[in-house]
């Protein structure tokens, strides 16, 4: 896998986003050295500034690298903006060590990585007015189509285990198998499946 490109301004940010890169990173002074890596399955983790626009992060995007914006101050409207416009990820500049793993380990397997409350704005604006038809539940156990259910409503893990009497690591599995039989990988890409069956 070729290195994780990082342009991040601040240095404190910087060493953490540095020190949970394994594998390897490669980070840049000025966006300009991009010219130097060719963006097919290029990962680049740009941090907005007033240097780097939003503007510019999208046409980053659409040149074919794979942009995860970061953000000092992260907010659904940006991010939503962003994620139509073909980044692949929207995260906090200041994340937590254990947060950037998780986000790393997402995209690097093709995922989108984007925070709970834009996920559920989008989840939200695709179902809006739609009820989905039942050819998805097909395959799936009953309570695997209570937890999807769920996840077509906007709910967190943390939501569904409550409502459904069941711990958030059961809600996990369950999903798990339902990303499996339905051949999906991830809540994103689910919703729009049963979506797209209606």
């Not at 990303?179 to 919703?191: M, Q």
């Amino acid at each position: 896998m070729k290195p994780l490109l990082l342009y991040i301004k601040d240095q404190n940010a910087l060493q953490n986003w540095v020190s949970v890169c394994s594998g390897g990173c490669i980070v840049l002074s000025h966006l300009s050295e991009l010219t130097d890596f060719p963006p097919l399955d290029q990962l680049v983790f740009i941090q907005i500034t007033e240097q780097c626009s939003v503007d510019s992060l999208i046409q980053l995007a659409r040149d074919g690298y794979g942009v995860i914006a970061l953000s000092n101050t992260p907010n659904d409207p940006e991010g939503i903006r962003l994620f139509q416009n073909g980044v692949r990820g929207y995260a906090n500049t200041f994340s937590a060590k254990q947060r950037i793993e998780q986000i790393v380990a997402t995209v690097k397997s093709d995922s989108v990585w984007l925070g709970p409350s834009i996920m559920q704005a989008i989840f939200q604006s695709l179902l809006k007015g739609q009820t989905p038809k039942d050819y998805w539940k097909q395959s799936l156990t009953e309570r695997e189509i209570e937890v999807t259910e769920r996840v077509l409503q906007s709910k967190s893990n943390r939501e569904i285990a409550a409502e459904l009497g069941i711990t958030e690591r059961t809600v996990k599995a369950h999903l798990r198998n339902v990303f499996e039989k339905l051949e999906v990988t991830d809540r994103l890409s689910l919703v729009l499946k049963i979506k797209n069956w209606s």
